[in-house]
């Protein structure tokens, strides 16, 4: 079975602070992992994912996120935020490259503020 | 392109009512998932569905709920007899192929009083 904890439920950082999102993973298999971020009454749009290959992987707004497969941890990371950056983030975990069955984990509010 | 569509956006139903709830996947996806998504949690897996099968519902309430995804038209999450902790959002996603990205529409908030 699969499954994510994400450290903190609430972060909040300065605008212009580095973001921190922490998530750890248990699988069998080798997994992939994914994190997404949902604004207020949204749906959910993938920030980034890691499948194969580089273990750091770049996405979309400036995140970026380091598999680690020793520390069996998936952080997501940003330089410097953002007011925009606020919203709550999911870290999640597949046994395939796609949205098949995905185990969420329960997510981490970000505040970013002045 | 159009996105994943979900309606309603929001849905009010009295306990023991029917509640349907509908997604229309990205054109020319056949994959579909329904996540439900308590408060204060992240989202919970539901059930896999491809054009006509159910490929996974190991998520799925073994009583009052039911999905399927017709040949033609939208998916479709049943759910019967609803009770005050049905209350939750629904979100579907639909991808290509099973091992794509998946694209999640905008769920529906349902609420039972």
């Known amino acids: 079975a699969q499954s994510v904890t994400q450290l903190g439920s609430h972060v909040s950082v300065s605008e212009g602070a580095l973001v921190l999102l922490r998530c750890n993973y248990s699988?069998?298999?080798?997994?992939?992992l994914f994190w997404y971020v949902q604004y207020p009454n949204q749906g959910l749009q993938l920030l980034l994912k890691?499948?194969?290959?580089?273990?750091l992987v770049k996405g979309i707004n400036g995140f970026e996120a380091e598999f680690k497969k020793s520390e069996t941890s998936f952080h997501l990371t940003k330089p410097s935020a953002h007011m925009s950056d606020a919203a709550e983030y999911f870290c999640a975990v597949s046994d395939t490259g796609g949205g098949n069955k995905l185990t969420f984990g329960t997510g981490t509010q970000l505040k970013v503020e002045l | 392109n159009a996105g994943v569509m979900q309606n309603p956006r929001h849905l009010v139903r009295r306990r023991g009512q029917e509640a349907r709830l509908r997604c229309s996947p990205v054109k020319g996806h056949s994959h579909v998932y329904w996540y439900r998504q308590l408060p204060e949690e992240g989202l919970k897996f539901m059930v896999y569905l491809q054009k006509e099968n159910i490929i996974d519902e190991s998520g799925m309430p073994k009583e009052r709920f039911s999905a399927e995804f017709p040949k033609e038209g939208p998916s479709i999450l049943r759910i019967q007899q609803v009770v005050r902790g049905d209350s939750a959002a629904y979100f579907c996603?639909?991808?290509?192929?099973?091992?794509?990205?998946?694209?999640f529409g905008q769920g529906t908030r349902l609420t039972v009083v």
């Open positions: 996603a639909s991808s290509g192929t099973s091992n794509t990205e998946a694209f």
């Open positions: 890691y499948t194969t290959g580089a273990t």
């Open positions: 699988s069998s298999v080798p997994p992939y």
